[in-house]
């Protein structure tokens, strides 16, 4: 399932809201799942009805951050102690706590009618290791919403979860790392490569139909050619690069699209990197960074991109050539995405 990033406005280059209609923004398409009430509250735990997944509604359990090897720790000591009744606590994988995003917001970057308290607008541990140098772990910043690694022996906070995730994809890592980056046994580490917690990936994840790659797990259709302007574009051209490929009826669809940052992230393998794509992938030419058609609630007068070589989600600003563009559609019957 890839979940809707929330972004409900369009925006133009220096940030004012616009109408939609033929933007070709995220506003617009608002593809991905969706639910309201989204969150139903019991007690201190918060059971998400999209995902499934339950938190504890005080995000700030722990008012001092600590380092991902502590973070582990305390995490098993939750669930030792059955804390607030349960004992399959585990700190999240990256797209477990990326699920709770919403883009349409900042400071926290949750929904309006969140029922969360203590959110901290800073940075929270995943327990998902940075493939590009296993010395570094993931985290996610809930003032703003990016997603980037930082040395396990740096301090960030805790947001553990519960529950089964049986909607979310699996992060695609499945070895274990200690704080050297040296690889370990999974068994007891409460890692991402223990659990693997997510859908299981299809074999083989693409399926290559012409000029066109068919992601098996998403439902997605993307351009085998990942690199269609030949170079790095504005925000605004990338629009514009799409929108010829729907005029010339390319591969013979008319409904391409530039990918909202979720669809983007959703390609990401958390094994690899340099692309982070899953092995023995298709597409040609793919680059190190792509712009998405989500804008920055945080500074609209910039965009999210995927920084693919690393498998960072993070932005730039819309008037920069910064970002290279990659065209997205999808498979009919897939609304949802689910």
């Not at 992601?215 to 990338?238: F, K």
């Not at 940052?261 to 092995?279: K, T």
């Amino acid at each position: 399932m890839i979940i809707s990033s929330g972004q409900k406005n369009c925006y133009n280059l220096v940030g004012d809201i616009i109408p939609c209609k033929g933007t070709g923004q995220d506003g617009e398409f608002r593809f991905g799942e969706n639910l309201s009430p989204r969150f139903k509250v019991k007690g201190e735990l918060v059971k998400d009805l999209l995902t499934g997944l339950i938190w504890p509604k005080d995000a700030l359990l722990f008012p001092f951050p600590m380092s991902w090897e502590e973070t582990l720790l305390q995490v098993k000591e939750l669930s030792r102690q059955k804390f607030l009744g349960r004992t399959d606590w585990r700190l999240p994988n990256r797209r477990e706590l990326r699920s709770l995003l919403y883009l349409e917001a900042k400071n926290p970057v949750l929904e309006p009618e969140h029922p969360f308290e203590n959110v901290f607008h800073g940075w929270y541990w995943t327990s998902t290791t940075a493939a590009i140098n296993p010395r570094y772990a993931w985290n996610i910043h809930f003032g703003g919403g990016r997603m980037f690694y930082s040395r396990k022996d740096e301090e960030r906070l805790l947001w553990p979860v519960a529950g089964k995730n049986l909607k979310l994809f699996a992060t695609g890592q499945k070895t274990c790392f200690n704080v050297d980056g040296k690889k370990i046994s999974c068994k007891n580490t409460g890692q991402d490569g223990e659990y693997q917690a997510g859908l299981s990936w299809p074999v083989p994840r693409f399926e290559k139909q012409g000029q066109v790659v068919l992601d098996r797990l998403t439902g997605l259709m993307w351009t085998e050619l990942a690199d269609l302007a030949q170079g790095l574009v504005t925000w605004e051209e990338a629009f514009k690069i799409v929108e010829d490929l729907n005029k010339k009826h390319f591969a013979g669809f008319s409904d391409w699209r530039l990918p909202n940052i979720n669809e983007l992230e959703s390609l990401v393998d958390c094994a690899h990197f340099d692309p982070a794509l899953p092995q023995g992938h298709p597409f040609k030419q793919v680059k190190e960074f792509y712009w998405s058609s989500t804008t920055s609630f945080y500074e609209p007068t910039w965009a999210w991109a995927l920084y693919l070589t690393k498998g960072a989600t993070g932005v730039g600003l819309k008037e920069g050539k910064h970002f290279y563009v990659w065209a997205v559609r999808r498979k009919p019957g897939k609304g949802g995405l689910k």
